[in-house]
C-alpha cells in the first residue's frame, strides 16, 4: 500500500471531534481509525502498537544500526467539524490549471498556490464535507514511514516512537499524552500545511468569558434604576481596541475576538479568544481585560462584571530557543529531499506546543494540504510522497 492509498482509506472513517462531548475522545469514529491503525502497524511487525482507553494510539520502532536518538512523530486523528458529515475523495488525476469545480458545484478558485500545482495528482471532496487532510495526510505519512522502516531492506535509522492522539481540533489532544510511556527524545507533530512548512513559534492563547449582571425594571420607571447587561456588554467590547481583532491583523500581530455574544437587560455574556505571540503582550492584553473589568465595575457596583479567564497554551519559542538543533534537523531534512523549508509563525495552536511544555520538545511539520476546515479543502499526492521522504531523512540522519 502506498501513502496515497492509506489516505484515501483514512479519510472515509469519519472522526469528526465534538467540543460539546466532555468523554476523550469525543466522538465514537475516532476509535474505529484507532483500531485500523493498531491493526496495521502490528501487521508490519510492531509488537507493541497499541491504543489506550482514552484512544491515544502509540508504537515503537526499535534502531537499526547505531544511532541513539529517541525520535517522536506525532498526528491527530480527528478532523474539524467546519462542515460536518462523510468524506467522499475525489482524486483528479493531473490538474489541467484553472478553477476546480467540485461535484456538488463548489468551486475552488482564486488561491495563489493553485498555478504552482498544475499537472500534480490532486485529492479533493466533492464539495460536501472537509477532506480531512488535516490531519490524515499526517497519519498517512507517519504510517507508510513504518511501512518502509520495518522493511527488510530499511536504511539504517534511529529509534521511532510513533502518536496518534484524539480531539486535537477541539483543543484536547495534548491533555491525556503520556509523554513519559512515549519516550522520545524530541518529536514533530505531522500538521502543518504547504509542503515545507516548520513551525515552532505559536500563539499564546487564553479564553476570556466576560459575564454581565444586570438589574432589570420596567422601562416606565427605570430611571435611575435599571443596569442594562446587554449595554454594559456592549460597553465592555468598546473598550478593546477597535483595531486589534483578527480581521485587521497578520504575522506576529495578537488580537481580541469575539466569538460569541448573547444577553438581555438582566444578563449578558461575552465570549472571547485572547491571542499573541509575544508573552509580555500576552499578559498585557489580559490585563486590560482585567481593567476593563474593573473600570465598569467602578461604574456600575461592584460585581456587575465578571471575567473569567483561563490560559489554553503557550508560544513554544520560549523552549524551542534552547533546542534550535531539532529545527536545524527539519530544515536539514527539508532541504536534502529539494524542498525550500518555509519556517513561519502560526497563528494558532498546536498539539506540539501543549508537548513542549509537557517536557516533549515539538515543533510542527508540513503535511502538504491546502484549505483546511473547509469544502476546499485539498492535497497533492506529490506532497504526501515528498513528506514521506523527509520524514524518512529524520529517521536516517537522526544522531
Ligand atoms: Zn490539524
Redesign the pocket.
Known amino acids: 500500500m502506498d501513502v496515497k492509498s492509506r489516505f484515501l482509506r483514512y479519510v472515509q472513517v469519519e472522526t469528526t471531534s465534538c467540543e460539546a462531548n466532555e468523554g476523550c475522545p469525543s466522538t465514537p469514529g475516532q476509535w474505529d481509525l484507532a483500531r485500523m491503525l493498531v491493526r496495521e502497524l502490528r501487521e508490519m511487525g510492531i509488537d507493541d502498537a497499541k491504543v489506550d482507553e482514552h484512544c491515544y494510539v502509540t508504537a515503537h520502532i526499535p534502531a537499526k544500526g547505531r544511532q541513539t536518538t529517541r525520535l517522536g512523530l506525532i498526528a ?1 486523528m480527528d478532523t ?1 467539524d467546519g462542515v460536518t458529515g462523510p468524506t467522499h475523495p475525489q482524486v483528479i488525476d493531473r490538474y489541467a490549471g484553472g478553477p476546480i469545480t467540485l461535484k456538488n458545484g463548489t468551486v475552488i478558485d482564486g488561491f495563489g498556490f493553485l498555478p504552482a500545482l498544475v499537472g500534480q495528482e490532486l485529492i479533493v471532496t466533492d464539495g460536501t464535507s472537509v477532506l480531512g487532510a ?2 490524515k495526510a ?1 497519519v498517512a505519512e507517519i504510517m507508510q514511514l513504518c511501512r518502509e522502516l520495518t522493511a527488510p531492506d530499511a536504511p539504517d535509522h534511529c529509534a521511532m516512537c510513533i502518536g496518534f492522539t484524539p480531539d ?2 477541539i483543543g484536547r489532544g495534548a491533555d491525556l499524552f503520556d509523554v513519559a510511556g512515549f519516550g522520545a527524545d524530541y518529536a514533530y507533530t505531522v ?1 502543518g500545511g504547504a509542503l515545507g512548512e516548520l513551525e515552532y513559534e505559536n500563539f499564546n492563547a487564553a479564553s476570556c468569558r466576560v459575564t454581565v449582571h444586570g438589574v432589570n425594571i420596567h422601562p416606565g420607571s427605570a430611571k435611575n434604576q435599571m443596569k442594562n447587561a446587554a449595554l454594559i456588554a456592549m460597553e465592555w467590547n468598546s473598550l478593546l481596541p477597535p483595531a486589534e481583532i483578527p480581521a485587521h491583523t497578520e504575522s506576529y500581530e495578537g488580537f481580541y475576538h469575539l466569538c460569541g455574544m448573547s444577553g438581555d437587560e438582566e444578563k449578558a455574556e461575552l465570549v472571547y479568544i485572547i491571542r499573541d505571540h509575544d508573552a509580555a503582550k500576552f499578559d498585557a492584553r489580559i490585563a486590560t481585560a482585567r481593567r476593563i473589568t474593573d473600570f465598569l465595575n467602578a461604574r456600575y457596583g461592584e460585581g456587575t462584571v465578571e471575567c473569567a479567564i483561563r490560559e489554553s497554551y503557550r508560544n513554544m519559542r520560549e523552549i524551542i530557543e534552547q533546542r534550535m538543533d531539532i529545527v536545524e534537523k527539519a530544515k536539514a531534512a527539508f532541504t536534502a529531499c529539494n524542498v525550500e523549508p518555509i519556517v513561519q509563525p502560526i497563528r494558532g495552536g ?1 498539539d506540539g506546543a501543549r508537548l513542549t511544555y509537557m517536557g516533549l520538545p515539538c515543533p510542527n511539520l508540513s503535511t502538504g494540504g491546502f484549505n ?1 476546515h473547509g469544502r476546499k479543502e485539498l492535497i497533492p499526492v506529490p506532497s504526501m510522497v515528498k513528506m514521506v521522504e523527509v520524514l524518512k531523512r529524520l529517521a536516517t540522519d537522526a544522531d
Open positions: 491527530h474539524s488535516d490531519d499526517g486535537e481540533e500538521d498546536t483546511f
